[in-house]
T-cell receptor, first 118, second 108 residues
Framework: GAVVSQHPSRVICKSGTSVKIECRSL??????MFWYRQFPKQSLMLMAT?????????EQGVEKDKFLINHASLTLSTLTVTSAHPEDSSFYIC??????????????FGSGTRLTVV | TQLLEQSPQFLSIQEGENLTVYCNSS?????LQWYRQEPGEGPVLLVT?????EVKKLKRLTFQFGDARKDSSLHITAAQPGDTGLYLC????????FGTGTRLTIIP
């Protein structure tokens, strides 16, 4: 089955620094990947849609300059949290669907990245 | 405002009991999906329902899509500790948006 690998699984960084999170589709190509954020005991909130070879589409209220997304290939999308602050601490999860399959076959999710900003 | 409201938000029951969780909206959907998420992991797809009134079974889990395609339910029979997790309904053709979630705990 489709596998999405997310790295790192946990990261602790100092306030003011930037952190990059990688999302890779291991055995399929994904023109579109999605980035979610999840606070404790809450659901997943869609942050942005990452499109291969073009600019990401951000959801309302998400700062694009704060959360930089790059989707340079059909198997890799990165999310960079710039100038991180403690309130950015959260669980970040990416997902992807196989090329041309869309929602009908479901989305495959990475295992998430626990970001803690101290 | 969340487009998909799930209830209850939290549910804790004894092993062996039955339960139903709900996913409700005022909007009509062409399809809905159910996912389960375990702590520290990403969600995993359980089922996609497409037709109004559709019922799908996955072992002890029964999913139903409302006739008007505005709501869905998940019924678990004889719950087991392994059913513990966050249950999410979601919709979207171009991008997946989740409901508010139901956090289920099965007590051995």
């Amino acid at each position: 089955g489709a596998v999405v690998s997310q790295h790192p699984s946990r990261v602790i960084c100092k306030s003011g620094t930037s952190v990059k999170i990688e999302c890779r589709s291991l055995d399929f190509q994904a023109t579109t990947m999605f980035w979610y954020r999840q606070f404790p005991k809450q659901s997943l909130m869609l942050m942005a849609t990452s499109n291969e070879g073009s600019k990401a589409t951000y959801e309302q209220g998400v700062e694009k300059d704060k959360f930089l997304i790059n989707h340079a290939s059909l198997t890799l999308s990165t999310l960079t949290v710039t100038s991180a602050h403690p309130e950015d601490s959260s669980f970040y999860i990416c997902s992807a669907s196989a090329l041309g399959q869309g929602h009908a076959y479901g989305y495959t999710f990475g295992s998430g990245t626990r970001l803690t900003v101290v | 405002t969340q487009l998909l409201e799930q209830s209850p938000q939290f549910l804790s029951i004894q092993e062996g009991e039955n339960l139903t969780v709900y996913c409700n909206s005022s909007s009509v959907f062409s399809s809905l999906q159910w996912y389960r998420q375990e702590p520290g992991e990403g969600p995993v797809l359980l089922v996609t329902v497409v037709t109004g009134g559709e019922v799908k079974k996955l072992k002890r889990l029964t999913f139903q899509f409302g006739d008007a395609r505005k709501d869905s339910s998940l019924h678990i029979t004889a719950a087991q500790p392994g059913d513990t997790g966050l249950y999410l309904c979601g919709f979207g053709n171009e991008k997946l948006t989740f409901g508010t979630g139901t956090r289920l705990t099965i007590i051995p």
